[in-house]
């Protein structure tokens, strides 16, 4: 069975760098099958989607987080991780990462998501 | 990229149905059939309930259904539980290899 967990730090300073990580367990990361992406829920709030990596390192980031999101994918490890640089009280949230199915264009497997908050 | 457009809020007795729709543009909801619905219960990660359009994974019963029609992609629950109280979110795949949700709808079993 397919599983996800997020990690990293739940508190970032406001101006700092966000940085969260996904270990995938019971598949790899490196199927030509699937593309990883990166999903966030501000409290009380709707999903937003961040970005996303094929294991080759092809990304993909919505244009509003463009300029500060960095995805990157270690296949050694089976991770893939996200950098958010300049973060405000805004960015704080949920942060889901999820497996992308190619074929169907859907994200099918989710982590559990891990909550991080802006604040100094 | 704007996010699709889902009615705040849905309700319904046991045993009805209900449809939550999600209105995109051609860019999006019309121009792709890769439409996904996602339940989401309170503190949980979303579940995928729907996917290119109307289809069904594994283990997900079959009062749910999806369609579309145009930009509007429709989410039907029928024979409503008291277990489908939840938020419920579209997703589409947007031109340029992007995804974009809807703003969620929150249904209420009455």
């Known amino acids: 069975q397919l599983q996800l967990q997020e990690s990293g730090p739940g508190l970032v300073k406001p101006s700092e760098t966000l940085s969260l990580t996904c270990t995938v367990s019971g598949g790899s990361i490196s199927s030509s099958s699937y593309y990883w992406g990166w999903i966030r829920q501000p409290p009380g709030k709707g999903l937003e989607w961040i970005g996303s990596?094929?294991?080759?390192?092809?990304?993909y980031y919505n244009p509003s987080l463009k300029s500060r999101v960095t995805i990157s994918v270690d296949t050694s490890k089976n991770q893939f991780s996200l950098k958010l640089s300049s973060v405000t009280a805004a960015d704080t949230a949920v942060y889901y990462c999820?497996?992308?199915?190619?074929?169907?264009?859907?994200?099918?497997?989710w982590g559990q998501g891990t909550l991080v908050t802006v604040s100094s | 990229q704007s996010a699709l457009t889902q009615p705040a809020s849905v309700s319904g007795s046991p045993g009805q149905s209900i449809t939550i729709s999600c209105t995109g543009t051609s860019s999006d909801v019309g121009g792709y059939n890769y439409v996904s619905w996602y339940q989401q219960h309170p503190g949980k990660a979303p579940k995928l309930m729907i996917y290119e359009v109307s289809n069904r994974p594994s283990g997900v019963s079959n009062r749910f259904s999806g369609s579309k029609s145009g930009n509007t992609a429709s989410l039907t629950i029928s024979g409503l539980q008291a277990e489908d109280e939840a938020d419920y979110y579209c997703s589409s795949y947007t031109s340029s290899s992007l995804w974009v949700f809807g703003g969620g709808t929150k249904l209420t079993v009455l």
């Open positions: 990596i094929y294991y080759s390192g092809s990304t």
């Open positions: 999820a497996r992308l199915v190619d074929t169907a264009m859907v994200y099918d497997y």
